[in-house]
């Protein structure tokens, strides 16, 4: 199991909160949606696609209680990263006290939290080299990427809502191939209903084909296909639509 990717910890919980991801100065993404972290005795459970190991973190700090920053090594990716977290009160301010909380919590659990190589004994081979099968059904070789689907409905500002839902894992090619699809399925079924999603679920469905050339190697069959039930299908079906009223 990738021990920066674990399922959403249901016990052993010692510090859970609400938390939005922000940059390095502190900013929150207003679009971005916030996240529900669990910290465990292991584990900093972030969101379904980020989980910080706690013996791999190499310091936590705060900036004037503003935002949380933690630093840690991602070892399957070989990286040095940095993941920035801030609470806000019910006003939307900061909610500096339970910032605080987070890293007094996160820094106590350190001390007593297993060695990364202890989490990552299962994922290595016979010469030590990390071996992560695909999230989906175990086959090597793999590649991380990530894809999503796009939901919008109503017209905003007036009365509407949307959410891009982007989930990364490590997948073979045949599982990434079939995330693609999937997402720009849904995307071509449910991204069209109103203002933006008109204007951004073509976007997001040329993205998903993005990530999967840019990660797997490009391929005009699969490009073609997904490009086709993520902007075509809905397209057609608008414009049947369309003429079936006005043909009436
Ligand atoms: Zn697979």
Redesign the pocket.
């Given at each position: 199991m990738n021990p920066y990717r674990m399922p959403k910890p249901r016990e052993g919980v010692i510090f859970t909160g609400h938390f939005c991801v922000a940059d390095e100065k502190g900013r929150i993404d207003d679009s971005a949606e916030g996240v529900r972290l669990r910290l465990t005795q292991d584990y900093l459970w972030i969101s379904r696609n980020l989980t910080v190991p706690l013996a791999a973190i190499l310091r936590v700090d705060n900036l004037n209680g503003k935002a949380i920053g933690i630093h840690f090594r991602h070892e399957v990716q070989d990286q040095l990263q940095s993941v920035w977290l801030a609470a806000r009160n019910w006003l939307g301010l900061r909610h500096i006290g339970r910032n605080l909380a987070l890293q007094h919590h996160i820094e106590a659990a350190r001390r007593t939290a297993s060695p990364i190589e202890e989490l990552l004994k299962h994922v290595r081979d016979e010469s030590g080299d990390l071996q992560l099968g695909?999230e989906?059904?175990g086959?090597k070789p793999t590649a991380d990427a990530e894809f999503g689907w796009f939901f919008c409905f109503g017209v905003l500002p007036i009365a509407g809502v949307y959410r891009w839902t982007p989930v990364q894992q490590l997948?073979?090619r045949?599982?990434a191939v079939r995330a693609c699809l999937v997402n720009n399925l849904l995307t071509g079924l449910l991204g069209y209903w109103g203002f933006p999603g008109v204007l951004v679920a073509p976007y997001r469905v040329w993205r998903n084909v993005r990530e999967l050339n840019a990660v797997y190697g490009r391929s005009a069959t699969t490009t073609l296909v997904s490009l086709a039930i993520g902007i075509l299908l809905p397209a057609t079906l608008l414009i049947a639509l369309i003429l079936r009223v006005v043909v009436r």
């Open positions: 695909c989906v059904c086959a997948r073979c045949k599982h």
